[in-house]
């Protein structure tokens, strides 16, 4: 036994080249916004390293990870419920509105040392639109409002909105009013079709509307729209 822990453990004596690196993983903001955070490492050839799932109550600070020394970057999100982890990407099933993600991708870091760090900032990554009727008194639960677009998720490596198809049905969030989330967007085709006693009555360009106001996904408000 003795023996077994000279040979696996790392000493003065020895070349320390296949000792791992300790990674110092600061969260940041994240217990702020959620209890969970899927942590995940990546080569610079975008392979997955590790995958982790933090429990924020018990870690809100950080949290260490043995890696294989070299340089990786390292990724993180929460607010996930209905989006698909597929390989570096975050899609959004068919049908489905956006979840309300907060995300991060970081620079390379340098782990051929014994130890390196990492802090973890979370970017918003979606919009709550709050949608009202104004021309349609008494008839809301004759409507059906469904959103279209050209974004289906976000990349875990950079960020970038995800090019795919988008749709889903708003949902109703009060009298004449429906509450739709989408995710930040690739770019402006974002649509909201209006359908009476299933017949489309009108089309309106959502992502004209969000480009035109100058809103990001990093601004924390919802957007309300008003459809007269």
């Excluded at 907060?102 to 949608?131: C, F, M, R």
């Excluded at 409002?145 to 198809?165: C, D, H, M, V, W």
Aim: hydrophobic share 35%; with cysteine; proline share 4%.
């Amino acid at each position: 036994m003795a023996l077994c822990i000279l040979l696996c453990s790392c000493t003065v004596l020895e070349d320390r080249g296949p000792c791992p690196c300790h990674l110092n993983i600061y969260l940041g903001n994240s217990s702020e916004l959620a209890e969970k955070l899927s942590v995940s490492g990546w080569s610079l050839d975008s392979q997955r390293l590790f995958n982790d799932k933090i429990d924020l109550v018990k870690f809100p600070d950080y949290y260490t990870k043995k890696v294989r020394k070299g340089y990786l970057t390292v990724s993180a999100f929460c607010g996930n419920r209905t989006v698909i982890l597929k390989d570096e990407m975050l899609i959004i099933p068919s049908g489905k509105q956006g979840d309300r993600i907060w995300a991060y991708s970081g620079e390379p870091v340098n782990a051929e040392g014994e130890t390196a760090e990492d802090h973890i900032v979370l970017h918003k990554q979606y919009a709550d639109i709050h949608i009202r009727i104004n021309d349609l008194p008494g008839r809301a639960d004759e409507l059906v409002l469904r959103a279209t677009g050209n974004t289906e998720g976000i990349s875990l490596l950079s960020l970038k909105p995800e090019k795919g198809p988008f749709k889903c049905l708003a949902e109703r969030d009060g009298d004449d009013n429906w509450l739709l989330t989408v995710p930040r967007q690739y770019d402006s085709s974002l649509k909201l079709e209006i359908f009476l006693d299933g017949v489309l009555k009108r089309t309106v360009s959502i992502g004209e509307l969000l480009k035109n106001s100058g809103y990001t996904a990093e601004q924390r408000k919802a957007i309300i729209a008003d459809i007269n």
